[in-house]
């Protein structure tokens, strides 16, 4: 049996069209005016305050315009042997670890829910998230702080009702640990519709055929979601849990708009609030400029935390 011909079907190609420069360059040129805008937006900003963190900046040098004067690591050490700055960055990771492990466990419970709900009752929910969802900031915030009033508050009226007397006129804004529970209690409310809607699509994904073959072994709800679904959907709640951790530790326009103005804002102030009295207040700029620098630096080690676990989940998956 001869081979086919060196010209024939079996072995002919077609030749590949040479691309030209412009089709070379065209494909970052195409993406050059989002990477300028992070750029700009972004990293500009961050650069710009640590190099204020490392210069004395008052009054002075922003009404006159003046570049600051360079102190090298002067405005660090300082608020590293500051005691209100270490009670405010723990402050910071309590208020963020409670808040975010509230978000998961209502988030998750829900997105669990609505897998088990039909499908009318399923668009009601989930119409419902999206309108909590969209709905601004400060327009929640103020809904949250009349709810709390403490003459006409929904909050004391409920609670009254459900017998707790001690709560008839109680002032939710005037005590630290009170007004930390109505801020817990308003970004809990406005996270969870995104992290519920993600961890819902996320279960969508895995095949009913799973669930099926565990309920035939005996498995029972919490056994499946411990061993299928979380397994399953891990780096879904890597990610979600890491985003949440972000938003929530830079939270800073909910903690303002409740306790800015006559509230007990030194008890519940977090490291962006307190970067902002810093430098807004005292007019502090250069120390400001540090906190902030400091902030940036927790969340960044944040970061990597969460690429090495989804490297490290993406090396067992490739094994």
């Known amino acids: 049996m001869t081979d086919p011909p060196a010209g024939g079907t079996g072995s002919h190609k077609r030749p590949r069209r040479r691309r030209g420069p412009l089709q070379l360059v065209s494909p970052y040129l195409m993406v050059a ?9 972004l990293l500009y900003p961050v650069i710009k305050n640590a190099i204020l963190g490392f210069k004395e900046y008052g009054r002075r040098d922003f009404t006159l315009g003046l570049s600051g004067k ?17 009670r ?9 670890g409670i808040t975010v492990v509230s978000i998961m466990v209502i988030s998750t419970l829900i997105a669990l829910m609505l897998t088990k709900l039909g499908k009318a009752m399923r668009i009601v929910v989930l119409t419902s998230l999206v309108c909590a969802w969209a709905m601004p900031i400060i327009a929640a915030t103020t809904v949250f702080k009349w709810m709390f009033r403490s003459d006409n508050g929904v909050a004391n009226y409920l609670l009254v009702k459900l017998g707790f007397d001690s709560f008839d006129n109680y002032t939710w804004f005037a005590d630290g640990k009170s007004t930390m529970t109505v801020i817990i209690l308003l970004i809990v409310w406005q996270s969870i519709p995104f992290a519920t809607l993600t961890i819902y699509a996320g279960l969508t994904t895995v095949p009913d055929e799973v ?11 919490v056994r499946i979601f411990t061993s299928i679904t979380f397994p399953m959907l891990r780096p879904l709640f890597l990610l979600v849990t890491s985003l949440e951790v972000i938003w929530i530790f830079k939270c800073f326009a909910q903690i303002w708009a409740i306790a800015g103005q006559n509230g007990p804002l030194a008890d519940v102030a977090t490291l962006p609030v307190y970067a902002y009295q810093t430098g807004m207040q005292l007019k502090r700029y250069g120390v400001a400029g540090a906190i902030s620098t400091v902030t940036v630096l ?16 993406e090396r067992e998956a490739d094994k």
């Open 88 to 96: 405010v960055t723990w402050r910071s990771f309590w208020f963020t």
């Open 211 to 221: 669930y099926e073959s565990a309920r035939l072994d005996g498995a029972g709800p």
């Open 70 to 86: 360079w102190i090298g690591l002067d405005n660090f050490k300082e608020i590293l042997q500051d005691g209100e700055f270490w």
């Open 298 to 313: 927790i969340l960044a080690a944040m970061l990597v935390f969460y690429f090495r676990q989804l490297f490290k989940q």
């Open 33 to 41: 005016p989002a990477i300028l805008g992070v750029l700009f937006l």
